[in-house]
């Protein structure tokens, strides 16, 4: 079983810049694609970046050059560092471990962006 901790979320400003962190209860960056996803009130879950095991890296083009994907194997976290914050970005973020048939979700971290 793997377990996923989001932290980092807050109230920033537009333009602001915000890290989440996700601390996961094992080392599965070798295994699992990681990701982080997104759901505003009343829209779909959506992703807005993920690392697969080999470090490629995807972004829609809704965060593209915002929205920069890391890892650090050592502290098994993941990371979603946030520029140029814009009130559309306003949502709870997850972190998700994906591989095969298994998804595994965070509890989500709240971000706003508001002046």
């Known amino acids: 079983q793997v377990q996923l901790v989001e932290s980092g979320g807050g109230l920033v400003q537009p333009g602001g810049s915000l890290r989440l962190s996700c601390a996961a209860s094992a080392n599965i960056f070798s295994m699992y694609t990681m990701g982080w996803y997104r759901q505003a009130p009343d829209k779909q879950r959506e992703l807005v970046a993920s690392i697969s095991r080999g470090g490629s890296t995807n972004y829609p083009d809704s965060v593209k050059g915002r929205f920069t994907i890391s890892r650090d194997v050592a502290k098994n976290t993941l990371y979603l560092q946030m520029n140029s914050l814009k009130p559309e970005d306003t949502a709870v973020y997850y972190c998700?471990?994906?591989?095969?048939?298994?998804?595994?979700w965070g509890q989500g971290t709240q971000v706003t962006v508001s002046s």
């Open positions: 998700n471990a994906h591989l095969l048939i298994k998804d595994y």
